[in-house]
């Protein structure tokens, strides 16, 4: 840990001197204190101004190889404490700039003494290009000089003034940037207004990929604190999932997800303590707005995910309503293995597939049993009960109303918990009014939630209010782009809505991009027939079998409208009586008989079979207002009847 070798004995830039032999830091002469390692990091820095000093370098030359799981923590504390004695900031930085992700750069004018007691000017080196910090200017081309250094240089003469302008005009060596980030610091304001963030996963830095969701679940979770800020556009978790293992800049990131600018850090847990590192990054230009480290109680988890969100708004610079600013304040300790149970159970529900739900109610049950009084798990647990389809509406209400409505009596301001209900709302009580007034209300607590605004276009198709139901999809889109479910529902509501060109597009082009995933192909193979492209969905209909035979449920099960419509009556005959054989050993929803009955012209069985869906409210019941299968059906006074039974709006 030697300090460089390189300097001569005394330096001087702005107020301050150093004198290398006695280590000791002067400002107008007093001496003001700073600690050995950041005075070591100074002088580094120092030893080559206007150079990039990578993060790297810093920590092989100056941080033990045993320490290396506390570099990142190391690190920042010490460069915010060369900050603090220097009076410097890292918004407007006039001596130390971070280039994120990269290292530090001293960028004021440093006065150098030599040996022999001449004074002379140390050389400012051009900074890297980006991305390439080997790279310099040929031999005999002008440095680029800090902006201070310009200024008064051009000041000298009347004639300057020309030059002023060109430089400016041209933004050479960033003139205009830097001039206008200073002007803009002097004022208060921004650099760029900051309207749109993403928090990439955090990194898992525990040493044990078994904690993996644990970082997944603190990403999830500043996901959700910055989504209650409506001024801000946050990008939803599956779609940053995708930059899990990425070396993509930081720049190039922000432009595909359309951000302003992004959240980044690492989680390392450790029995009780919870170490996390935050940086925060304007993308464009690329700028360091704000970092920080934080060490915690796991028991505080909450509290700190409270934390960095505030300070990313405050450094964002985003007014908050008084409801906003109560709604990230508000947060307990909570009991660690209620906690990680939650995010275990939370992860198991994401995979969406009944394999993993009975998994996901072991570990919501589990954090329940830990921390009765944490609401989340409540929360979950009746989103998982509202979405299983393996078992009747006797089965599912009871315990699905109940897990939403402790969710509310413990925490009325959570949003999954409001969405929940309205879930319950639709699913079970054909409460059409109530549910939406409950996911209004979830959007208003999280304007972000993506889940939330995706659902209350679910909500609007089902009411056949198609214009606002597309245009929430393409909302929950924007702030979710890379999900799968938003994109599959725009395409199905186009379908719902008659405009089956753009249907098909749609889902087409999602295809291309999740050939793997199952609803794509079942919402292309009913468009194609509702187009009467028969062939086309027969053809689809084959490989959708081969391609997820392993559901518990036969997958022909979902096409027998279509395998019926498309002329196959054989096969749809045969279809329908391994059904009512499947539903004596398992549960399986009436509706899947009466449309394809529908899909033979057999309207009297078709109606026979609804009505038992009526019976049990079984789950595809809620389509009856729009749902194509039925067409045929919608003159019959019996299914008119059903329809105002089931409390449709008119």
């Known amino acids: 840990m030697d300090k460089p070798r390189s300097l001569p004995t005394k330096v001087r830039f702005g107020k301050f001197e150093i004198d290398t032999r006695s280590e000791e830091i002067r400002k107008n002469g007093r001496k003001v204190r700073l600690p050995d390692q950041p005075f070591r990091i100074l002088l580094l820095l120092l030893e080559r101004p206007g150079d990039v000093v990578t993060r790297e370098e810093l920590r092989l030359k100056l941080w033990p190889a045993d320490t290396f799981v506390d570099f990142d ?6 460069i915010s404490k060369i900050r603090e004695v220097l009076g410097d900031s890292a918004d407007t930085p006039r001596f130390v700039e971070t280039l994120p992700r990269r290292g530090y750069r001293f960028i004021a004018p440093v006065d150098v003494e030599a040996h022999g007691g001449a004074p002379a000017v140390a050389p400012v080196s051009p900074p890297a290009v980006d991305g390439e910090a080997g790279l310099r200017p040929a031999a005999g081309r002008v440095a680029r000089l800090p902006l201070q250094r310009w200024i008064a240089a051009i000041a000298t003469g009347g004639a300057a003034i020309a030059i002023v302008v060109i430089l400016l005009a041209l933004n050479l060596g960033g003139l205009r940037d830097r001039l206008a980030a200073i002007v803009g610091a002097k004022h208060a304001a921004p650099f760029t207004k900051i309207q749109s963030i993403a928090v990439l996963p955090l990194k898992n830095l525990s040493g044990d990929s078994a904690q993996e969701y644990f970082a997944d679940g603190m990403t ?3 996901i959700t604190e910055l989504g209650k800020i409506d001024a801000l556009r946050v990008i939803s978790l599956q779609s940053v999932l995708r930059y899990k293992q990425t070396n993509k800049p930081l720049p190039e ?21 919870l170490r996390v590192n935050v940086q925060f990054v304007q993308a464009e230009p690329e700028r360091h707005l704000w970092s920080d480290s934080f060490v915690r109680n796991t028991s505080d988890v909450l509290r700190l995910q ?20 109560s709604l990230l304040l508000r947060s307990k300790p909570v009991n660690p293995g209620a906690y990680q149970a939650w995010l275990r159970g939370r992860q198991m529900y994401s995979r969406f597939d009944d394999e993993w739900f009975d998994e996901a109610v072991e570990y919501l049950e589990q954090a329940i049993r830990l921390d009765p009084t944490y609401a989340p798990p409540y929360a979950t647990l009746a ?26 009596e413990l925490d009325d301001t959570l949003a999954d918990a409001h969405a929940a209900q309205a879930y319950i709302n639709l699913r079970f009580r054909w409460n059409w009014t109530g549910a939406e007034q409950e996911i209004k209300r979830a959007i208003e607590l999280n304007p972000n939630s993506a889940e939330a605004i995706e659902m209350y276009g679910y909500y609007l198709t089902l009411m056949g209010r198609f214009d606002e139901a597309i245009a929430s999809y393409r909302r929950a889109i924007d702030l979710d782009p890379l999900n799968f479910l938003p994109n599959e529902r725009l395409g199905w509501a186009y379908t719902i809505a008659h405009r089956d060109d753009e249907a098909i597009a749609q889902l087409r082009e999602l295809a291309r991009r999740e050939p793997a995933m199952f609803m794509t192909s079942y919402s292309l193979i009913r468009v194609y027939a509702f187009k009467k492209m028969y062939r086309e969905a027969m053809e689809a209909v084959r490989k959708s079998e081969r391609k997820i035979d392993a559901r518990a449920q036969p997958a022909k099960f979902d096409y027998g409208w279509v395998i019926a419509a498309s002329g196959n009556r054989r096969e749809a005959e045969q279809l329908i009586q ?7 050993r398992h549960y399986l929803d009436p509706s899947f008989i009466a449309f394809t009955y529908a899909g033979l012209g057999e309207n009297n069985k078709a109606i026979e079979w609804l009505e038992r869906g009526y019976q049990q409210r079984a789950r595809f019941m809620i389509y009856l207002k729009v749902i194509r299968d039925v ?16 409390n449709f709006p008119r």
């Not at 923590?73 to 010490?78: F, K, R």
């Not at 391994?578 to 004596?584: G, L, T, V």
Request: proline letters at 1%.
């Open 73 to 78: 923590h190391g690190l920042n504390n010490a």
């Open 631 to 646: 067409d045929n059906l919608r003159s019959d006074a019996r299914f008119q009847d059903l329809l105002l039974r089931m």
């Open 578 to 584: 391994e059904m009512i054989n499947y539903s004596k």
């Open 220 to 222: 999830d979770a500043l």
């Open 253 to 273: 990131i922000a432009h595909e997800l359309k951000v302003d600018a992004l959240v980044e850090g690492s989680v390392v847990r450790s029995g009780e303590l």
């Open 383 to 408: 989103e998982v009960y509202c979405t299983d389809m393996r078992y009747s509406y006797h089965d599912l209400y009871q315990r699905a109303t109940w897990a939403a409505g402790k969710a509310l």
């Open 306 to 325: 409270s934390e960095i969100a505030a300070a990313v708004t405050q450094a964002a610079q985003v007014a908050l309503t008084p409801e906003q600013r």
